[in-house]
Each structure stands twice: as structure tokens, then as C-alpha cells.
Nanobody, 128 residues
Framework: QVQLVESGGGLVQAGGSLRLSCAAS????????MGWFRQTPGKEREFVAG?????????SYADSVKGRFTISRDNAKNTVFLQMNSLKPEDTAVYYC????????????????????WGQGTQVTISS
């Protein structure tokens, strides 16, 4: 069965760093574009970062995290990462990874409706 499992969440002080991981199984990982989204209570799930399939040559970031977060993938480990630096209290949320099959290898997707497989999420809390 297809599974995405996030890890690496926790509590960090503002200005600190955290690295999230998403391990995939049950799919040909390199053929999937991957994304990170986040959600807080009462808010809709919002896009954070995306990376294209295959070698991950294309990436996309929300304006709120650009320059602070970096998405990457390691196809040998079937894992996508989100490196988060200079964290702010407003980054506090449950972070989800998502996957969608993509043949092109050159498109990073920003819309949540594009993704059809989701992980359970991992809590990230940033204290002020």
C-alpha cells in the first residue's frame, strides 16, 4: 500500500532550524512530484514547497518561506526533505507531505488538488 510518513517535527525557538523528512513506500518514488503543505486550526491547508519528479530539477516555494526553507529529495532513500531555517512563530503548524505522479520531471506543483497521496502530518511548534 502507498504510504507517506513524516518525521522530524518538534518544538524549536524562533530563529532556530528543523529538518522534516517524508519517507515513501509502495510507489516508484522517482516518478512522483512531491510537496509540503501546512495547516493550523481553523485555517485551510496551505502550500509550502514543491519539487519535481525524477531528479528534482524544479522547485517552488510559498512567498512566506522563500529564502528560509529548502525542499530536496533523495530517490535512493525514497525520501523528500524540508530544511527549515530562521523559523518564526507563524511557522507553527502541522506539516504534511504529499505526492502526485508526474512524467515530465520538470514541474513542481503548488495546488493541493494536484496531489492525491498524503501523509499523516508532523507537528512543528515555534516558540517566541
Amino acid at each position: 500500500q502507498v504510504q507517506l510518513v513524516e518525521s522530524g517535527g518538534g518544538l524549536v525557538q524562533a530563529g532556530g532550524s528543523l529538518r522534516l523528512s517524508c519517507a515513501a513506500s509502495g510507489l516508484t518514488f522517482s516518478m512522483y512530484a512531491m510537496g509540503w503543505f501546512r495547516q493550523t486550526p481553523g485555517k485551510e491547508r496551505e502550500f509550502v514547497a514543491g519539487i519535481s519528479s525524477r531528479g528534482g530539477s524544479s522547485t517552488s516555494y510559498a512567498d512566506s518561506v522563500k529564502g528560509r526553507f529548502t525542499i530536496s529529495r533523495d530517490n535512493a532513500k525514497n525520501t523528500v526533505f524540508l530544511q527549515m531555517n530562521s523559523l518564526k512563530p507563524e511557522d507553527t503548524a502541522v506539516y504534511y507531505c504529499a505526492a502526485t505522479r508526474s512524467w515530465s520531471g520538470s514541474s513542481a506543483y503548488t495546488g493541493d488538488s494536484t496531489y492525491n497521496t498524503w501523509g499523516q502530518g508532523t507537528q512543528v511548534t515555534i516558540s517566541s
